[in-house]
């Protein structure tokens, strides 16, 4: 006999304090279970209602509020995240799309295209660049010379925003990889940046569309916020950028490699893991805030790298690695480590895997501005003042 209590829509919403809307976005999330009730609605699950609601209570308010994560603070047709099969761009799973498609056929998708934005000329080369810059930091300069390059680079005409998004995006992987700007497919202009070929070739397409875009990620929401002040394109992949080059975002793969790289064979792993715990240090790159159980991002990049690179040394290695962290952390690794292990099986260079995440977020990011720019209204969260008041 099932005792599980179930609520209706307007029960579940009551008990929640928010909009049918709302829950709903809940349930797609995966916050909330959801069955099948009479007619073609819908019944919730209390006690995932009970949970979430004592999770949102319990969250602390201290300096920084209690920000805004895991509510939705906005409505887009872009990306929904799936906690069993992850992201789905515009209806279609991003995990099927890395095995069939193309980082450019994603953008299209992604951008709503109706024709093909990248038929075009590549652009042309950046401006020189100081040396011994990082390639997050050249890219960042890079972006804020666009407007030398280009004469429309402040219109927000639909006409032409998506070619500039084409266009951004070929010049941003040209100066991430020191090349010069190129028509070729992107992944093919890292494989052979990187000395890439064969089959191994198709770990890094993987890669790059399993990284498009993940809804609204810090760096998507600050790209948002930009656009919604009507900030040029090229200026919003700036804001989008600085909040990804943080540890806790994209530089996050830079911390999973410190590791991985110290394991040189199958011995290592467990005594270097169980000293970390010991140590009460955490393994970056193990659990995940959004999903309530794997990330399918990283199970499935990390199944096409075993496919097509079985025989190296790293991958050889990889399913104890996987092992031991889950036995020691109690989760599975998510796409911040499967974006390092193709580094290090790959033997790429210094912050290939940050680069690979964010040629690939660039196209989320362009996404993101271009809804943005549709949407009427400026980004203007409020505040809750939790200090001194006058007397």
Same mark, same amino acid.
């Given at each position: 006999?099932?005792?599980?209590?179930?609520?209706?829509?307007r029960?579940?919403? @009551?008990?929640?304090?928010?909009?049918?809307?709302?829950?709903?976005?809940?349930? /797609?999330?995966?916050?909330?279970?959801?069955?099948?009730?009479?007619?073609?609605?819908?019944?919730?699950?209390?006690?995932?209602?009970?949970?979430?609601?004592? =999770?949102?209570?319990e969250?602390?308010?201290?300096?920084?509020?209690?920000?805004? /994560?895991?509510?939705?603070?906005?409505?887009?047709?872009?990306?929904?995240?799936?906690?069993?099969?992850?992201?789905?761009?515009?209806? =279609?799973?991003? #995990?099927?799309?890395?095995?069939?498609? /193309?980082?450019?056929?994603?953008? %299209?998708?992604?951008?709503?295209c109706?024709?093909?934005?990248?038929?075009?000329?590549?652009?042309? *080369?950046?401006p020189?660049?100081?040396?011994?810059?990082?390639?997050?930091?050249?890219?960042?300069?890079?972006?804020?010379a666009w407007?030398?390059?280009?004469?429309?680079?402040? %219109?927000?005409?639909?006409?032409?925003?998506s070619?500039?998004?084409?266009?951004?995006?070929?010049?941003? #992987?040209a100066?991430?990889?020191?090349?010069?700007?190129?028509?070729?497919?992107?992944?093919?202009?890292?494989?052979?940046?990187?000395?890439?070929?064969?089959?191994?070739t198709?770990?890094?397409?993987? @890669?790059?569309?399993?990284?498009?875009? $993940?809804?609204?990620?810090?760096? *998507?929401?600050?790209?948002?916020?930009?656009?919604?002040?009507?900030?040029?394109?090229h200026?919003?992949?700036?804001?989008?950028?600085? @909040?990804?080059?943080?540890?806790?975002?994209?530089? /996050?793969?830079?911390?999973?490699v410190?590791?991985?790289?110290?394991?040189?064979?199958?011995?290592?792993?467990?005594?270097?893991?169980?000293a970390? &715990?010991?140590?009460?240090?955490?393994?970056?790159?193990?659990?995940?805030?959004?999903?309530?159980?794997?990330?399918?991002?990283?199970?499935c990049?990390?199944?096409? &790298?075993?496919?097509?690179?079985a025989?190296?040394?790293?991958?050889?290695?990889?399913?104890?690695?996987?092992?031991?962290?889950e036995?020691?952390?109690?989760?599975?690794?998510?796409?911040?480590?499967?974006?390092?292990?193709?580094?290090?099986?790959?033997?790429?260079?210094? $912050?290939?895997?940050? #680069? &690979?995440?964010?040629?690939?977020?660039?196209?989320?990011?362009?996404?993101?501005?271009?809804?943005?720019?549709? @949407?009427?209204?400026?980004?203007?969260?409020?505040? #809750?003042?939790?200090?001194?008041?006058?007397?």
């Amino acid at each position: 006999m099932n005792d599980r209590v179930y609520l209706s829509a307007r029960e579940a919403a @009551a008990e929640l304090g928010v909009q049918p809307a709302t829950l709903y976005a809940y349930v /797609s999330r995966g916050l909330i279970r959801s069955v099948p009730g009479p007619g073609k609605q819908k019944r919730y699950d209390a006690e995932d209602v009970r949970r979430f609601l004592a =999770q949102k209570a319990e969250e602390p308010v201290g300096e920084g509020g209690k920000g805004l /994560s895991g509510a939705p603070v906005l409505s887009t047709r872009l990306t929904m995240i799936s906690d069993e099969v992850g992201p789905i761009y515009r209806g =279609q799973s991003a #995990t099927v799309l890395a095995r069939s498609s /193309s980082l450019e056929a994603v953008a %299209t998708l992604l951008w709503g295209c109706e024709s093909d934005p990248f038929h075009e000329a590549a652009p042309e *080369a950046a401006p020189n660049l100081p040396e011994g810059l990082d390639p997050l930091s050249r890219l960042t300069m890079a972006l804020a010379a666009w407007p030398l390059l280009d004469r429309a680079a402040y %219109t927000l005409s639909p006409n032409l925003l998506s070619k500039k998004g084409a266009a951004l995006l070929r010049y941003g #992987t040209a100066v991430l990889l020191g090349q010069a700007a190129s028509n070729m497919p992107i992944h093919s202009q890292i494989a052979n940046a990187w000395g890439v070929s064969g089959p191994k070739t198709a770990i890094l397409r993987a @890669a790059l569309i399993l990284s498009a875009d $993940h809804e609204l990620n810090t760096s *998507a929401f600050t790209v948002r916020c930009a656009a919604s002040t009507r900030a040029p394109l090229h200026a919003a992949l700036i804001s989008g950028l600085g @909040a990804f080059s943080g540890p806790r975002h994209g530089a /996050s793969p830079d911390r999973v490699v410190a590791w991985i790289s110290s394991l040189q064979s199958r011995d290592d792993v467990e005594p270097v893991l169980s000293a970390r &715990l010991a140590r009460g240090e955490p393994l970056p790159g193990i659990g995940h805030g959004v999903y309530k159980h794997r990330d399918p991002r990283a199970d499935c990049l990390l199944a096409v &790298l075993q496919e097509n690179a079985a025989e190296t040394p790293f991958v050889v290695m990889l399913p104890k690695v996987i092992e031991v962290a889950e036995s020691l952390y109690g989760d599975p690794p998510n796409v911040d480590f499967a974006l390092a292990a193709v580094q290090q099986a790959l033997e790429l260079p210094e $912050h290939a895997a940050k #680069t &690979l995440f964010c040629i690939g977020r660039m196209v989320g990011w362009i996404a993101h501005a271009l809804e943005q720019y549709a @949407a009427p209204d400026k980004i203007r969260p409020r505040a #809750t003042y939790i200090g001194e008041r006058p007397s």
